[in-house]
Nanobody, 119 residues
Framework: QVQLVESGGGLVQAGGSLRLSCAAS????????MGWYRQAPGKQRELVAG???????NYADSVKGRFTISRDNAKNTVYLQMNSLKPEDTAVYYC?????????????WGQGTQVTVSS
């Protein structure tokens, strides 16, 4: 059993910043890729940023230069620093984690945290 607990969402004015955190706990052998997705009302869930176990990152074009993903492997935690926020960044943000076990890789989702950017 693995739990992902997200925090850091909220309401912010355009141009402001927020930092999201997602901590994994429970039966964890080794965490591989970690990432953040978001889903706005009426839209499909989309990848925002991802980071591999080795620290390689990738970003959606819409957030490049504004968002930074990072991870603390000792704490099983992934972060998303969001700067220069825009109203179009408004969405529910979900963390996503791949955990490796000897039997294979399992994928887990967080419960989601609301980010609202006012104009």
């Amino acid at each position: 059993q693995v739990q992902l607990v997200e925090s850091g969402g909220g309401l912010v004015q355009a141009g402001g910043s927020l930092r999201l955190s997602c901590a994994a706990s429970g039966r964890i052998f080794r965490i591989n890729d970690m990432g953040w997705y978001r889903q706005a009302p009426g839209k499909q869930r989309e990848l925002v940023a991802g980071i591999t176990n080795g620290g390689t990152t990738n970003y959606a074009d819409s957030v490049k230069g504004r968002f930074t993903i990072s991870r603390d492997n000792a704490k099983n935690t992934v972060y998303l620093q969001m700067n220069s926020l825009k109203p179009e960044d408004t969405a529910v943000y979900y963390c996503n984690v791949d955990i490796w076990y000897e039997s294979g890789v399992n994928n887990y989702w967080g419960q989601g945290t609301q980010v609202t950017v006012s104009s």
